[in-house]
């Protein structure tokens, strides 16, 4: 049995793997301002497909620009690689775009960046991570072949949840790459992607173990990687979540 010791070491560490050497170093968050200035970023979200209710691009309608989806992709990250709408871009690293196949039918969509993905500028390098492609193998998924994003794409100063403004500024950009992939089935990772991308006021819970639509594109919700690692006992749900998942999956594709 581990000591007291043993024991706080390992919290520690754990908390290191997920939040980085800035876990205990003061940090100013900048109020949640919208610049002035029309950037490229700015430029950005006016190329996405009208909206079809409330002011929301459909991720659902299919992209009528040419080329592949690859090139699509390539394009739009220089578009908007150098945002600075909002505070987020002052405080980031690297700005983590999104990472895997381009014409996957299946994307996943966690919350935002961390530590490691700040500072690697790609999505789920960290331990969650590591945890989240050992859960897509033990469903038969590889992750090259899926597409993996976040709601937001540059870190959240100290790993905090991002706020309404700062998800109301880059959803776009996400809705955007769900247009250029068309995957047919989304896992939201944790509260915050379902929350922001199925308009649903409700808790983890009451979200689970359903399949929602985000305009043509079925979607179920689990955990975030993360929050598995911090909570141990909530891996056997999440297990159930992503079973469910699959089969969906090989409903559609059998």
Same mark, same amino acid.
């Given at each position: +049995? @581990? &000591?007291?010791?043993?024991?706080i070491i390992e919290s520690l560490l754990t908390q290191k793997d997920l939040y980085g050497d800035e876990l205990f170093?003061?940090? %100013?968050?900048?109020?949640?301002?919208?610049?002035?200035?029309?950037?490229?970023?700015?430029?950005?979200?006016?190329?996405?497909?009208?909206?079809?209710?409330?002011?929301?691009?459909?991720?659902?309608?299919?992209?009528?620009? &040419?080329? !592949?989806?690859?090139?699509?992709?390539?394009?739009?990250?220089?578009?908007?690689?150098?945002?600075?709408?909002?505070?987020?871009?002052? *405080?980031?690293?690297?700005?983590?775009?999104?990472?895997? !196949?381009? !014409?996957?039918?299946? +994307? =996943?969509?966690?919350?935002?960046?961390?530590?490691?993905?700040?500072? $690697?500028?790609?999505? /789920?390098?960290?331990?969650?991570?590591? %945890?989240? *492609?050992?859960?897509?193998?033990?469903?038969? /998924?590889?992750?090259?072949?899926?597409?993996?994003? !976040?709601?937001?794409?540059?870190?959240?100063?100290?790993?905090? *949840?991002?706020?309404?403004?700062?998800?109301?500024?880059?959803?776009?950009? %996400?809705?955007? $790459?769900?247009?250029?992939?068309?995957?047919? =089935?989304?896992?939201? %990772?944790?509260?915050?992607?379902?929350? &922001?991308?199925?308009?649903?006021?409700?808790?983890?819970?009451? +979200?689970?173990?359903?399949?929602? $639509?985000?305009?043509?594109?079925? @979607?179920?919700?689990?955990?975030?990687? @993360?929050?598995?690692?911090?909570?141990?006992?909530?891996?056997?749900?999440?297990? @159930?979540?992503?079973?469910?998942?699959?089969?969906?999956?090989?409903? +559609?594709?059998?």
């Amino acid at each position: +049995m @581990a &000591s007291a010791k043993q024991k706080i070491i390992e919290s520690l560490l754990t908390q290191k793997d997920l939040y980085g050497d800035e876990l205990f170093r003061k940090t %100013l968050i900048a109020a949640p301002v919208l610049p002035e200035k029309k950037d490229v970023a700015h430029k950005a979200i006016k190329k996405i497909s009208s909206p079809t209710k409330a002011n929301e691009p459909d991720p659902g309608q299919k992209s009528d620009e &040419s080329g !592949n989806a690859t090139e699509k992709l390539e394009q739009f990250y220089k578009e908007i690689c150098e945002c600075m709408e909002c505070p987020l871009g002052k *405080t980031r690293n690297k700005f983590v775009y999104g990472v895997g !196949n381009p !014409n996957a039918r299946v +994307m =996943l969509v966690g919350e935002g960046p961390g530590a490691d993905e700040d500072a $690697q500028g790609i999505p /789920f390098v960290g331990r969650a991570g590591q %945890l989240l *492609t050992k859960i897509l193998e033990a469903i038969s /998924f590889k992750r090259e072949e899926v597409y993996i994003a !976040n709601i937001v794409k540059c870190r959240p100063p100290g790993n905090r *949840t991002p706020n309404p403004v700062e998800i109301e500024t880059c959803i776009p950009y %996400l809705y955007k $790459q769900i247009e250029i992939i068309q995957p047919k =089935l989304i896992l939201c %990772l944790g509260t915050t992607a379902a929350v &922001s991308l199925l308009k649903r006021k409700e808790s983890l819970g009451a +979200m689970r173990n359903k399949v929602h $639509q985000i305009g043509e594109i079925k @979607a179920v919700v689990t955990y975030h990687p @993360a929050a598995l690692l911090r909570n141990p006992n909530w891996k056997k749900d999440c297990w @159930a979540d992503v079973q469910f998942f699959r089969k969906l999956y090989d409903e +559609m594709y059998s």
